[in-house]
Each structure stands twice: as C-alpha cells, then as structure tokens.
T-cell receptor, first 114, second 110 residues
Framework: EAGVVQSPRYKIIEKKQPVAFWCNPI?????LYWYRQNLGQGPELLIR????????DSQLPKDRFSAERLKGVDSTLKIQPAELGDSAVYLC????????????FGQGTRLTVV | QKEVEQDPGPLSVPEGAIVSLNCTYS??????FMWYRQYSRKGPELLMY????GNKEDGRFTAQVDKSSKYISLFIRDSQPSDSATYLC??????????FGKGTSLLVTP
C-alpha cells in the first residue's frame, strides 16, 4: 500500500513569491493534516481536514497561507507571499478517521525562502 | 513553557545498549501518546501508539505512560546502528491534533 505522497520534495523560492505544496494521502484515509517542522523542532499542526471540511485551522496564518482539499482526497497548501521565516519542512499526514487516529506522515517538502 | 518537553540530546550509546527516551507534559487531559522515529530528511514514522496509561511492547520497543507523573518513556532493547535517528514524542487530547516534543537525537555506535 502506498504511503502519503508529497511533492515537490524540495523548493527554493525568493521572498514575496508564491509557492504551493501537494499531498496525496493514503487511500481510504478521511483525515488529512498539514504540519510545519522548523529546524530542530517537532512538527506543529497547521490545519486538519475531515474529508473536505477544515475542522481545525486555528494555527494556520490565514493572511498568507491557504489550503484546500477538493473531493476529500488530495490537498494543496499555498503560501502567498512567502517570507524568510517560512523556511521549514511542510509535512502532510493522514489517518483513517473516526476512532482510528494513527497518523502516517509523508516525506515532507523542504522549503527554502531566500 | 511548551506543553511537551523533550531533551534534544544528542544521546550516544554503544550497539546492544538499552536506550531510554523520555518526555514530560503539562496538560493532564492528554489521552493519546505516540512515539515517532525520524531519519534525516525523512518524514516521521509511527513506532508506538498508546491510549491512556500503561505499557505497550512491540519487538525491541516498549512504551510506558505514567499519567500521574505526566511522563512517558520509550525503551529500545539491543539497540542497533540502524536505530540512529531522532525520536519524537507526541500526545493529544482526542487523538487528532498532535503536540510534539522537540525530538531526541540518538546515535548508536557499532
């Protein structure tokens, strides 16, 4: 069974430019998460989806970050415009949902803003 | 003060040693406790998943949760060089939004 797939693996952009990350969760997983991991830190939740609905986006900086999960499968996370402080690894995770909350992570997208 | 505290290490042990990794937390409402392993430039990999208190064993790995002390542990027996990685503890009220520690860097030397 394929795991959580993310692309691109690496991205380098100039500040003020837009950037987008894509995630394909494990088949059949209804819950999808986006986390951000700064160097030397644990991941921090940005947003959680239950199917198409964003049920927890309290930590998402909404002035520049947006996310969508059309049709309750793939998801895209966008930053516009990017700032130097956005340099981090962006991780997508998924779980089955309901009482099954074991979350499985993708390899992440390493973003460098210069 | 963060809700989850974890010593970042690094922790260096010889091959075959028993490794003890720990986290403390401040939110007594946490019910779900996990340990993830993260290799360099990879995503976190779920190792152990525990609900509420008690012990759980899986091969060379044992997870312990002491809710009265707000303390969780991961033990690795017969450690191998392939165990060298960063170990992240995570916990949650509902099982959903995970609160991670900073991670402990472990090096197992042959």
């Amino acid at each position: 069974e394929a795991g959580v797939v993310q692309s691109p693996r690496y991205k380098i952009i100039e500040k003020k430019q837009p950037v987008a990350f894509w995630c394909n969760p494990i088949s059949g997983h209804n819950t999808l998460y986006w986390y951000r991991q700064n160097l030397g830190q644990g991941p921090e939740l940005l947003i959680r989806y239950e199917n198409e609905e964003a049920v927890d986006d309290s930590q998402l900086p909404k002035d520049r970050f947006s996310a969508e999960r059309l049709k309750g499968v793939d998801s895209t996370l966008k930053i516009q415009p990017a700032e130097l402080g956005d340099s981090a690894v962006y991780l997508c995770a998924s779980s089955k949902g309901g009482f099954d909350t074991e979350a499985f992570f993708g390899q992440g997208t390493r973003l460098t803003v210069v | 003060q963060k809700e989850v505290e974890q010593d970042p290490g690094p922790l260096s042990v010889p091959e075959g040693a028993i490794v003890s990794l720990n986290c403390t937390y401040s939110n007594s409402a946490f019910q779900y406790f996990m340990w993830y392993r993260q290799y360099s430039r990879k995503g976190p990999e779920l190792l152990m998943y525990t609900y509420s208190s008690g012990n759980k064993e899986d091969g060379r790995f044992t997870a312990q949760v002491d809710k009265s002390s707000k303390y969780i542990s991961l033990f690795i027996r017969d450690s191998q060089p392939s165990d060298s990685a960063t170990y992240l503890c995570a916990m949650s009220l509902s099982g959903y939004a995970l609160n991670f520690g900073k991670g402990t860097s472990l090096l197992v030397t042959p």
